[in-house]
């Protein structure tokens, strides 16, 4: 049966209708226990969903939504290693990136992946150890100080923000990032290293990826132009890659490829060889850490009721206002300048997961999939799109996640940005009325008060949930980047798609790969006249310089 067909969405959307007039700030006042009853802790972490517009009727019966979508069952199937991803025939198995080396085996083709997982893990953290340690050498004998990483995607977005997330942490080795085909990005980083004291890392699981090999191979020529040898190669470029063939033929040997599996998608990849730039910031202790709390959280997510279960919670949430109340995205504000990078970075996990409209079986959905994710470090973001989350017109969920300490020991900025984040979650969620507003102007004279209180009233019922760290450390890092992952996966099995596959990105690599070549050409073109004129254009431009000041 279509889902928005079934007893348990029509019920839903009963309660959306009887709740319409109902006001959090009410509901509040009237239930001194709110937020008793409406967060979860878990190690470090604290989840506080009070201040969304549910009671407990509606969240057993989002619940009931999960039970009957299969949440249980298709989890079950994700842990144990079944090849969920259909439309690639794959196994979906970041959770076992994170299993503890006595774990029960879990087996992908009738191979223990548990085993393999710590095999490459060891070697991956082995290695960097030994560049932190300096017992490493470079080929004219130097230490290694550089570490460029080079990827795009999955294979940067993850390590690049986790790299900066715990940057308090961070060791001996400068540790940077090359992602963009854009000639800027490349050239910048290679304007601070020294060809002698720098690892390269090529970082793509396909090896096929267009942008990582042409930042790599801008790379390779670089180092040989400093006067580096092809011999030289082989103490300076490494890849972390499942396609070890394509690694050698750039001139990269077997030993120094650190794997990556096919069952792990790469949004997913952070926790496998992808996070050796992560390693190398900050050693091996720090990065099982980081595993540890990933793993923490699976255990919760995989053992605790739903009523009870943070990522099925939010999930539930976020599919609640998508599909009930017409919000079409969500906002995720960590007040923390460390964390900036990770709106980008689930910009990625979630809308590459599941922006999609054709369900598992092949059908095409009539109701809404993925939200579209943005977000901005707090405090700078009070400073740019809050206006429009307060006084807008769209309803905006959003997600604050605030660290309760910071390691740079100012506590005044600690205590004013904490502030700042529950006053915000705080005014979103009570409002303002008009009443209030004119209170507030009590001095004016009466039309002048009037025409600004106005201006001044704040609609209020604006949802949230507030994301609690006892500190950004490694193992926080990884329950609340582990939380994210999961909370999408519930979000795509109630919606019934795959939220692992990305075609959706593949047509666009194909079209520019005709029109490359075409660039460079004079011959006439057979596309569309919009692009064939913007074609012209760029032939016009880099034959005439100069030609927009004429
Ligand atoms: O953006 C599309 C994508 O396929 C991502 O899913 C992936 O993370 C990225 O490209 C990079 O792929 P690879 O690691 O194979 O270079």
């Known amino acids: 049966m279509e889902l928005t067909q079934t007893t348990i969405w029509q019920t839903l959307q009963q309660h959306r209708q009887a709740t319409a007039s109902v006001r959090m700030r009410d509901q509040f006042a009237a239930e001194p226990d709110r937020f008793e009853r409406m967060h979860e802790s878990l190690h470090g972490m604290l989840f506080d969903y009070s201040k969304n517009r549910v009671n407990e009727e509606i969240l057993d019966a989002l619940c009931a939504l999960a039970e009957q979508a299969g949440v249980r069952a298709y989890a079950e199937s994700m842990r144990r290693g079944d090849k969920i991803n259909a439309s690639e025939r794959r196994a979906v198995l970041h959770t076992a990136l994170r299993l503890p080396e006595d774990a029960e085996p879990v087996y992908v083709d009738g191979e223990n992946v548990v085993a393999k997982v710590h095999q490459e893990l060891t070697r991956a953290l082995a290695f960097a150890e030994k560049l932190l340690s300096g017992e490493y050498r470079g080929a004219t004998g130097e230490t290694i100080t550089d570490f460029v990483h080079i990827g795009i995607g999955g294979s940067d977005f993850g390590p690049r923000m986790v790299m900066q997330a715990l940057q308090p942490y961070h060791r001996n080795i400068r540790v940077h990032f090359a992602a963009n085909a854009d000639d800027a990005d490349i050239a910048q980083v290679l304007a601070r290293v020294r060809p002698e004291t720098t690892v390269f890392c090529i970082a793509s699981k396909s ?46 040997v077997p030993e120094n490829v650190f794997a990556m599996f096919d069952w792990v998608g790469g949004r997913y990849s952070v926790w496998s060889a992808i996070g050796l730039p992560v390693m190398v910031a900050v050693g091996a202790a720090r990065f099982r850490e980081l595993l540890r709390g990933a793993h923490a959280m699976d255990r919760h997510f995989f053992t605790t009721p739903f009523r009870r279960n943070i990522p099925v919670l939010q999930a539930l949430l976020g599919i609640w206002y998508n599909n009930f109340y017409g919000s079409e995205s969500q906002t995720v504000v960590p007040y923390s300048h460390n964390l900036r990078r990770l709106s980008g970075y689930l910009q990625q996990l979630d809308m590459e997961s599941n922006g999609k409209r054709t369900t598992v079986d092949g059908g095409v959905v009539d109701y809404h999939t993925g939200a579209v994710v943005f977000g901005e ?17 769209r309803l905006i969920p959003v997600d604050f996640i605030v660290p309760m300490r910071t390691a740079y020991g100012y506590e005044q900025h600690n205590r004013f940005t904490v502030a700042n984040a529950f006053a915000q979650a ?11 507003a004119e209170a507030e102007l009590s001095a004016l004279p009466d039309e002048e008060r009037h025409k600004l209180a106005v201006q001044k009233v704040f609609p209020g019922n604006k949802p949230s949930n507030m994301i609690l760290l006892d500190e950004l450390s490694p193992f926080n890092l990884g329950m609340l980047l582990a939380m994210y992952e999961h909370k999408i996966f519930v979000q795509g099995v109630v919606w019934g798609i795959n939220s692992f596959d990305q075609w959706g990105v593949e047509y666009g690599k194909v079209l520019a790969k005709a029109i490359e070549p075409e660039l460079l050409q004079e011959g006439s073109l057979q596309h569309d006249n919009s692009t064939n004129g913007l074609i012209e254009f760029y032939r016009r431009c880099r034959s005439e310089p100069g030609l927009t000041e004429k």
């Open 207 to 252: 090896f096929t990826t267009p942008e990582t090999l042409l930042n790599g191979a801008t790379a390779r020529s670089w180092f040989l132009n400093q006067g580096m040898t092809e011999a030289d190669i082989l103490k300076h470029f490494v890849a972390v890659s499942s396609n070890v063939e394509s690694a050698r033929k750039f001139g990269i």
């Open 377 to 393: 470090e707090g405090v700078n973001s009070q400073h740019a799109y809050f206006q429009l989350l307060h006084q807008g017109t």
């Open 426 to 436: 705080e005014s979103l969620m009570k409002g303002k009325t008009l009443a209030e």
